[in-house]
């Protein structure tokens, strides 16, 4: 370490928005606590913000505007990186690590997408690049799968792993609303950005799913092989009719290990009511991890906001400076939790998974329409589990809803195209999968 005071841990935060001030505000709060946990004061002594926040940085020696200063200046220990985007934030972290500073970072989607790089820097420069704070918030769920699981061979894992998803959702659920009314009442209440995209089409999650999944397997980071899917095409009436068949619509990132390679993928699910995931609601998170010895567990919490990250990025401070006080001079847990990360597992695209499906087809309202479709889906060797038929006053077309049994998806994608070919069919068909968990409590 490089302070000059060795009973101090001297902190840099870069970016003072709402994590990094609920960093600092937490840091000051709970003083007297984090000392006594961390065996030494962690003590923010340099703050890099582009807007001054005095009644925040009372406490704080330096405050400027350049967080690259920051990297470059020996009295700081840890770098704590909470700005967010790619490439400023990319160089302050190099920067910081090549500096032989230990870094804690909040940047979900830099570690996804540019983690491979950064933690093979981090290494070579013997220092740690921390991340609890990226997925999932105040959960501690890469702890948990580097350190508290690291015993088992994780079968699979799955989570509500986006806030703003989740209550959209919820509130659909609730209120039989429409997507983007409740999409409007979410930006109206700070849970959706102005630009949702990251969150409602799936690619927040998927970042995150990248970091877990590469924990979980020991494989290396692989977020453009992360299947991803959004929630805006999902109706009220596909909540309903999920709702008839005892199930709920959840926005699900899901690894699993399969015999024929690993599966990635966000999109919407459908999850059995008696299950604990589809009784998360609002902006609350929640995963599940199930492993060979320990069974199924469940982490959930709030995912988001100054509170709950910044308590995930105090606690990866709390770390490193029990690690110093220990004479640790470089990182004893590996940033992807193993020391291999050269697995042969091949990532499977979407159209070898095995799921259920739900399928919402709409129809012309006339005799045998259901002995077409049910032989469209015979003659690919799709089994039906499930049907409910509608009827809508006053219109010719009527929604078919059918749950099938366990199918591969191109199998699926073929019978799909055959049931656009059909006269009677009036419309797109919505996809749904359907996952059981099986061994979940």
């Known amino acids: 370490m490089s302070g000059k005071n060795k009973e101090i841990l001297s902190v840099g935060i870069c970016g003072l928005g709402t994590v990094g001030g609920g960093t600092l505000s ?104 921390a991340f609890e704070s990226a997925v999932a918030g105040g959960i501690p769920i890469i702890k948990a799968l580097r350190e508290g699981l690291a015993a088992n061979d994780i ?44 969150d409602v089409e799936g690619i927040d999650a998927a970042h995150k799913l990248t970091i877990m999944s590469a924990i979980a397997f020991g494989i290396p980071l692989q977020f453009e092989k992360t299947y991803t899917e959004g929630i805006s095409g999902i109706s009220p009436a596909d909540i309903s009719f999920a709702e008839e068949f005892g199930y709920r619509i959840k926005h699900l990132g899901i690894a699993r290990k399969t015999a024929r390679g690993l ?71 590996p940033a992807l939790g193993s020391t291999q990360t050269g697995s042969s597992l091949d990532v499977l695209p979407i159209e070898q998974i095995e799921v259920g499906y739900y399928l919402k087809i709409p129809v012309l309202d006339k005799l045998g329409v259901m002995a077409k479709l049910s032989a469209v889906l015979q003659q690919r060797g799709i089994s039906i589990e499930a049907i409910i038929q509608k009827e809508i006053e006053n219109s010719e077309t009527v929604p078919v809803v059918i749950l099938t049994q366990v199918v591969r998806e191109q199998e699926l994608n073929a019978a799909l195209d055959a049931l656009a070919e059909l006269d009677e069919v009036t419309g797109p068909v919505t996809r749904i999968r359907i996952e059981p968990f099986d061994g979940e409590a």
Request: hydrophobic letters at 45%; proline letters at 4%; charged letters at 20%.
């Open 155 to 198: 079968e699979w894992l799955a989570g509500i792993i986006n806030g703003t998803g989740n209550f959209i959702l919820s509130e659909m659920s609730a209120k039989q609303s429409e997507f983007s009314e409740v999409l409007q009442q979410a930006q109206e209440l700070g849970y959706a950005e102005a630009d949702p995209t990251f």
């Open 263 to 333: 599966e990635m993928r966000v999109h919407p699910t459908l999850v059995s009511n008696t299950r604990l995931l589809a009784n998360v609601n609002g902006v609350g998170n929640a995963v599940m991890v199930q492993g060979n010895f320990v069974g199924s567990t469940l982490y959930s919490g709030p995912g988001a906001g100054a509170e709950a990250t910044a308590s995930a990025v105090v606690a990866d401070l709390i770390d490193l400076a029990r690690d110093r006080l220990a004479g640790v001079k470089s990182p004893v847990r």
């Open 26 to 129: 937490l840091l000051e709060q709970n003083a007297r606590l984090i000392t006594a946990r961390a065996g030494c004061p962690i003590r923010v002594t340099h703050v890099a913000t582009r807007t001054p926040k005095p009644d925040l940085c009372g406490q704080v020696a330096q405050t400027g505007s350049d967080p690259l200063a920051i990297t470059s200046d020996p009295e700081i220990d840890v770098v704590v990186e909470t700005m967010g985007g790619y490439d400023v934030a990319f160089e302050v972290i190099q920067r910081a690590l090549s500096n032989g500073k230990h870094v804690v970072t909040a940047n979900k989607a830099l570690i996804a997408e540019r983690g491979n790089e950064l933690f093979a820097l981090a290494s070579a420069s013997e220092v740690t690049l």
